[in-house]
C-alpha cells in the first residue's frame, strides 16, 4: 500500500544514505536503524531524541503531541481540516497541485480536506507526521518529525504546512527542512492562522479543554509560541526562503488566515 522508493530516504538527522539491511530495515552509517511498523506498513523514521531541542523542549513537544491527540479526538471538525471546511478548501486551490507532493503534517485522517477534496488524478501524494493517526491513509505515509525529514534534498515539486508548522517548538528547522527537500524550482506552501490578542476568550470551554497541560516554555496547551503575520513572514530569510506570493482570508474582527508561497533561496 505505501510504496515510497528506497532510495528517496536519507537518515533523518544525518542525512547521511541509508543502507536497506532487509524488507523491514535501514540503516545509516552511524548505525541507526529505521523500522517498517509492523501492523501497517509505513517506515518510522521518528529521532529517540531530537538534537535540536534540549530536555525540557523534548517533554514539552510530547506533551503538545498528546494534547492534539485529545484535540482531535474530541472535537476534529474545529482543530484539523476534517471536512469540507471553506479555509482548508481555499488552502486546496492555493497549493496549485502538481508531480510529487509533500504534505508536512498531514494530521490523524486518512487525508487532510485541504487534498480529499482537491485531488489531482495524475499528483503523487506523500504525507509525513508524528503521529500514526487512523489507518491506512489515502496517501504515500511516513512517521517522522518535520524538522527532522529523511528525504533527500529537493525532492519534492510542492511541500505543504497545512497549520502543522507553526505548532512546532523551533519553527524555523520545521522551515528551513521543507524548503531543503523542495525543487529549485518547486515552492513550499504554508497555512497560518492567526487570532489578535484581543479576540475575547471563549465564553466556556469544554470540560477536556480545560484538563490539557500547558507544556514548559509554551504559551498554551498548543502552541509552544503563537505567531503574528509580520514576525512568521520575518522568519523566512533566515530560513532560506524567499516569499514568492501570499493570500490573506479574513476571518472576522480577529483571525486571520493566511497562505505563503515560498522558494528555496539555496
Ligand atoms: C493542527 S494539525 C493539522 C493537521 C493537518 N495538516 C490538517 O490541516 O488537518 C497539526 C499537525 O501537525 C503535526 N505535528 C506537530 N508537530 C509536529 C512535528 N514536529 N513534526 C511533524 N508533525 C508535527 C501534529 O501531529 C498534527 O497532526
Redesign the pocket.
Known amino acids: 500500500m505505501y510504496d515510497i522508493p528506497i532510495d528517496y530516504f536519507v537518515s533523518p538527522i544525518t542525512k547521511s544514505s541509508l543502507i536497506q539491511k532487509n524488507e523491514n530495515l535501514l540503516a545509516d552509517n552511524d548505525g541507526c536503524e529505521f523500522h517498517k511498523n509492523k501492523e501497517h506498513g509505513f517506515w518510522n523514521f521518528l529521532p529517540n531524541r531530537s538534537p535540536l531541542y534540549n530536555e525540557e523542549e523534548w517533554l514539552s513537544?510530547q506533551k503538545l503531541?498528546k494534547n492534539?491527540v485529545i484535540s482531535y479526538d474530541k472535537d476534529p471538525s474545529k482543530?484539523?481540516?476534517?471536512n469540507a471546511r471553506p479555509d482548508?478548501l481555499l488552502f486546496g486551490d492555493f497549493c496549485k497541485y502538481h508531480g510529487e507532493v509533500l504534505?508536512?503534517?498531514?494530521?490523524?485522517h486518512p487525508v487532510?480536506s485541504y487534498i480529499k477534496f482537491k485531488r489531482k488524478e495524475d499528483v503523487k501524494y506523500f504525507g509525513?507526521?508524528?503521529?500514526i493517526g487512523e489507518q491506512p491513509k489515502e496517501h504515500n505515509f511516513i512517521q517522522a518529525?518535520?524538522?527532522h525529514l529523511p528525504f533527500k534534498d529537493g525532492l519534492f515539486d510542492i511541500t505543504i504546512s497545512?497549520?502543522?508548522i507553526l505548532?512546532?517548538v523551533d519553527v524555523k528547522a520545521g522551515i528551513r527542512e521543507a524548503l531543503r527537500v523542495t525543487k529549485k524550482e518547486g515552492y513550499l506552501c504554508i497555512w497560518l492562522g492567526v487570532k489578535s490578542d484581543e479576540a475575547p476568550p471563549p465564553t466556556e470551554s469544554p470540560e477536556w479543554y480545560k484538563s490539557l497541560e500547558i507544556p514548559d516554555g509554551a504559551e498554551n496547551p498548543f502552541h509552544y509560541k503563537r505567531y503574528t503575520e509580520e514576525y512568521f513572514e520575518g522568519l523566512f530569510e533566515e530560513c532560506n526562503g524567499i516569499l514568492i506570493e501570499k493570500e490573506v482570508h479574513v476571518v472576522d474582527k480577529w483571525r486571520k488566515n493566511i497562505f505563503f508561497r515560498l522558494r528555496n533561496n539555496n
Open positions: 513537544f503531541i492534539f482543530n484539523v481540516s476534517y482548508a504534505d508536512i503534517g498531514c494530521g490523524p487532510p509525513i507526521d508524528v503521529l518529525m518535520g524538522e497545512g497549520t502543522s505548532h512546532y
